[in-house]
């Protein structure tokens, strides 16, 4: 169903309006509107007030006429009296009685008759608004009653109650339109003063802010209100100074980001040289053990540096490259990472790999690798600066596989993470416990295992740090028939 939508001109007409003007137009309005339901029931009492008026002043002439001598009034005095009453005629009846003052032949026909003896509040509404809109200038049968007698009725021209009616509208239009501009003026200053300015004040702030949003001397001061503007003032500044951080931290993140490619890209260089210089070792290397050991490792090290480096400098053009996942056996990945614990070989630090031979993984064996490298890591620099909490420094990695999935644990007995970073441990540049760290370890471990499909979490232990991963295998495809 097409939605309709709002008339242009009008529409226009109202943007044109600022927010104060809006809210003395809508204040002017209400009140106008208030004005009018007063105005309904007024008008309605002021006619059934002029009506009983006409019938008091008519029983007053009837009295008059009743105490007359027997040879009657003269005609000019029952002119005089009915001209008082503003009526026509005059009937009264009481007790069995019925008195007629009359000039001239009473009208044989009347608009319509009003029992004031009997009379509801919406038929009094209705009457009213008819006599003023809609009477012609046939008479009106008037009957209540009075004090003393059954009866008194009138017969009346109604122009004159239409003419103090419209008089009565008159003044009452008059006073609404005062009273709704002094109302509208006290209510505008009021509004202006409590809503508008401060409203005001916050959207100004709110452009000057976006302005230049990194500057912290733009943040909002919010005031002492306790109410929903000193809310919104306190919430605003909140905002602003939470977004003027993160730009200021992702403008040094993008800084700092280009300084690394840089880096990268010269050590990329450095590293081919090296990669080089080890070729040629591998080649001469002859009887030498050491040498025969070593160098295989160095050639692979070298290569996955530089396919590091590489890949760091494809960061700025995309995120990390989807993983080639197949399946591996875990255990020389793991094998391959025990050499670690020699960045601190002072501490003595042991590594305790519980990993089936059998065990296969479905996975990218470099950013597996990597993964494992920087848990690994980051525990032996734990271990080598604050020491083991209970027995020798030692590094644990388990793994299991349970269903369709694998679990690795990766184990210290070293001090344990903080509790004020545990809620942004894998946050870049935020999440590191150790000294000098950048907290980048554990958010680029985050993110591969991420792209594997599987969860990086820390496993609450007694003493030390634990961090479990759970790699899925991959769903099998589906066979065409």
């Known amino acids: 169903m097409r939605m309709e939508q709002p008339h242009p001109v009008r529409w226009r007409l109202w943007s044109h309006f600022g927010l104060s003007a809006r809210l003395l137009l809508l204040t002017i309005l209400f009140v106008m509107i208030a004005e009018v339901l007063i105005y309904v029931p007024s008008i309605a009492n002021y006619r059934l007030t002029w009506l009983n008026d006409r019938l008091a002043a008519a029983q007053i002439a009837a009295l008059v006429l ?36 009359a000039a001239g032949d009473v009208p044989a026909e009347v608009e319509k008759s009003v029992d004031l003896r009997t009379v509801r ?7 009213a608004f008819h006599d003023l809109f809609f009477a012609s200038d046939q008479p009106i049968r008037v009957i209540g009653s009075g004090m003393g007698v059954d009866f008194v009725e009138l017969i009346l021209d109604p ?13 009452i239009l008059l006073l609404s339109l005062l009273i709704s501009a002094i109302t509208a003026s006290f209510v505008y200053l009021t509004l202006q003063w409590v809503i508008v300015r401060p409203v ?10 976006s302005g230049h949003p990194e500057d912290a001397s733009r943040v909002i001061k919010p005031t002492n209100r306790a109410d929903e503007i000193g809310l919104a003032e306190q919430a605003l500044a909140r905002m602003e100074t939470t977004l003027a951080d993160e730009l200021r931290q992702k403008r040094r993140l993008a800084q700092l980001g280009l300084a690394v490619s840089k880096i990268n890209h010269e050590l990329r260089n450095m590293l081919t040289t090296a990669q080089l210089l080890t070729d040629r070792l591998d080649r001469g290397r002859g009887n030498d053990e050491a ?9 692979a090290t070298l290569d996955r ?31 391959d990472l025990a050499h670690l614990t020699d960045l601190a070989p002072e501490v003595g630090i042991g590594f305790d790999a519980e990993v089936p031979e059998d065990l296969m993984v479905d996975a990218d064996p470099d950013q597996l690798s990597r993964i494992l490298v920087n848990l690994i890591r980051n525990a032996v620099q734990a271990l080598s600066q604050t020491g083991a909490v209970e027995g020798h420094p030692c590094v644990k990695v388990k793994a299991a596989r349970e269903g369709r999935s694998v679990t690795i644990l990766v184990e210290d007995n ?42 990086i979490a820390l496993d609450p232990v007694r003493i030390g740090t634990r961090f479990m991963i759970t790699i899925p295998d991959r769903d099998a495809p589906e066979e065409t028939v």
């Open 159 to 171: 122009r004159p109650l239409r003419a103090a009616m419209l008089d009565v509208s008159r003044n």
């Open 200 to 209: 005001r004040r916050l959207t100004g702030n709110i452009a000057e802010f």
């Open 414 to 455: 070293g001090p344990g993470i903080p509790e004020r970073i545990r809620g942004d441990l894998f946050t870049p540049f935020q999440g590191s416990a150790r000294k000098g760290g950048a907290g980048l370890g554990l958010s680029i471990a985050s993110e591969l295992v991420g792209l594997h499909g599987g969860a």
């Open 291 to 299: 040498v025969q050991r070593i160098a295989p490792r160095l050639v």
């Open 305 to 335: 540096a530089i396919a590091f480096c590489e890949s760091t400098l494809a960061y700025g053009r995309a995120t990390e490259h989807l993983p080639q996942r197949r399946l591996i056996p875990l255990a020389p990945v793991i094998d």
């Open 121 to 127: 509040w919406s038929d009094l509404v209705r009457d």
């Open 66 to 101: 009743d105490a007359a001598p027997e040879e009657g009034i003269s005609e000019e005095l029952e002119m005089r009296l009915l001209d008082g009453v503003g009526a026509r005629a005059i009937a009264l009846r009481a007790g069995g009685r019925r008195s007629l003052l």
